[in-house]
């Protein structure tokens, strides 16, 4: 069964540093998602992403983030100078583009641990 | 996205079902109720969906209520491995990209 995978399953880093997270997404998907989850915190939405553009994106999701597609596979989240409360899981996601798309799989997740 | 409500926690014994209800009155016509679950800190696991007819796949039934207001998710034969955080999220429709607003969800115990 085709699955959304995720590198590094688990990043430290230093504050102010630039990281990059990285997803796959399901082959004939053309949406895809980020989002992230503090410990102990709900899920949030981060940003979405269609045709080589940001659909919709949330407050969390600032001019220190970024999303791309740099080919026809990865799709990645940049935080570019990261902050202690950037510490949580992320996320990524793709849902396919018609019929019954709004079925959005999930990936295993980064655990990123800003030190 | 509506906003949906979830009792906090459930118990249900092994091999029992388990029928774990949601509150979503001020849906709208076109958005599908979803549930998802999530164990321990694992990426959220797509489970079933459905508009306004009840839906059956291998996982678990989805049960609708007519004036849609309102849903049950059934796991006929729970097991151990179920146990997770179980979110009903009403959100978008055809074609759409949207986003799936999670609440706390409803924490689901499954004992022997």
């Known amino acids: 069964e085709p699955e959304v995978t995720q590198t590094p399953s688990h990043q430290v880093t230093q504050m102010g540093q630039e990281v990059i997270l990285r997803c796959v997404p399901i082959?004939?998907?053309?949406?895809f998602y980020w989002y992230r989850q503090i410990l102990g915190q709900k899920v949030e939405f981060l940003v979405s992403?269609?045709?080589?553009?940001?659909?919709?994106k949330s407050e969390i999701f600032d001019d220190q983030f970024s999303v791309e597609r740099p080919d026809g596979s990865n799709f990645t989240l940049k935080i570019r100078s990261t902050k202690l409360e950037d510490s949580a899981m992320y996320f990524c996601?793709?849902?396919?583009?018609?019929?019954?798309?709004?079925?959005?799989?999930f990936g295993p997740g980064t655990r990123l641990t800003v030190t | 996205d509506a906003k949906t409500t979830q009792p906090t926690s459930m118990d249900c014994a092994e091999g029992r079902a388990a029928n774990l209800p949601c509150n979503h009155s001020?849906?709208?016509?076109?958005?599908?109720v979803y549930w998802y679950r999530q164990i321990h800190s694992q990426g959220p696991q797509y489970i079933i969906h459905?508009?306004?007819n009840n839906e059956t796949n291998e996982m678990a039934s989805l049960i609708i209520t007519e004036d849609r207001k309102s849903s049950t998710l059934i796991l006929p034969h729970a097991t151990l491995r179920d146990t997770a955080v179980y979110y009903c999220?009403?959100?978008?429709?055809?074609?759409?990209?949207?986003?799936?607003?999670f609440g706390t969800g409803t924490r689901l115990q499954v004992t022997l």
């Open positions: 996601a793709s849902s396919e583009t018609s019929g019954r798309s709004g079925v959005q799989y």
């Open positions: 082959s004939n998907h053309l949406y």
């Open positions: 992403f269609y045709n080589n553009e940001i659909s919709e």
């Open positions: 001020t849906i709208s016509g076109n958005e599908y």
């Open positions: 459905g508009l306004k």
């Open positions: 999220i009403a959100s978008g429709g055809f074609g759409t990209a949207s986003k799936l607003t």
